[in-house]
């Protein structure tokens, strides 16, 4: 590191991790500068309650992606990305654009709420970016009124950027599961369903090998269980015999 940073001269330190890292993958998501990054570093392994809801965020940022596959696959009308950086609103234009019915937008905004407060955590933020700011203004008082007692202490109309305590990082998490749970509804409603039973379905025969009637009929629990599991669906049992017959 000394190295690079001598290569680059002596004005090195003013520069941004995210210039200087180009090729490690996780530079992005450490937006500082060279002299800040000790500051960052210590800061970062001081235990906080920010960071269960930092990396909370993390594993649900992938959600969205996924999600998107499944809906490839077996939406009822084909899928373009919609050509917007923020995850939530990207996902949602996905949708609106592909006729599809998209989240409430209640469960949208508040997404984008959780991601504005992870980003001014992570980057250590001491005023709120300007998109943050408008969203509270506009959204604020209507995302409070939407999650009521739900909320808690948590104020969704004030565009905080201090790391939160444990009663607002119990309230994000949670908030976090129930959107998530809202979104995984939003998928379910959008699938085919005949051809998410008929394309799994054809899946299952196929590593069943030897077939006969007790087979598929021991089968068919298997089969009911992931279509419930993976994609909302609720199919009998004479219905998933039929579909893997």
Known sequence: VSRLLGRLGHNADQLFSVDVFQ????????????????????????????????????VFSTYYERALSVLDEFALHPLTRHPINKLERMFEGTLVDAGLTPPT?????????????????IHQHTTPAQAYVDLVTG?????????????????????????????????????????AEALDGTVAGNLDPVRVISVKAAS??????????DVLRNAVGPLRASLRLNYGLLVSEADALAALQ
């Open 23 to 58: 090729d490690n993958p996780h530079a992005p998501k450490i937006h500082v500068t060279i002299q800040a990054l000790r500051d960052f570093q210590t800061t970062h392994q001081v235990f906080s309650f920010g960071a269960y809801f930092s990396a909370a965020y993390e």
């Open 105 to 121: 937008a209640a469960v949208i905004d508040t997404l984008e709420y959780i991601r504005a407060r992870r980003n001014a955590l």
């Open 139 to 179: 959204q604020g008082v209507a995302m409070n009124v939407h999650w009521g007692a739900t909320r808690g202490p948590l104020d969704l109309s004030v565009a905080d950027v201090l790391p939160p305590n444990e009663s607002e990082t119990i309230v994000l998490l949670k908030l976090l599961r129930i959107s």
């Open 204 to 213: 299952a025969r196929s590593s069943l090998g030897r077939i006969n009637a």
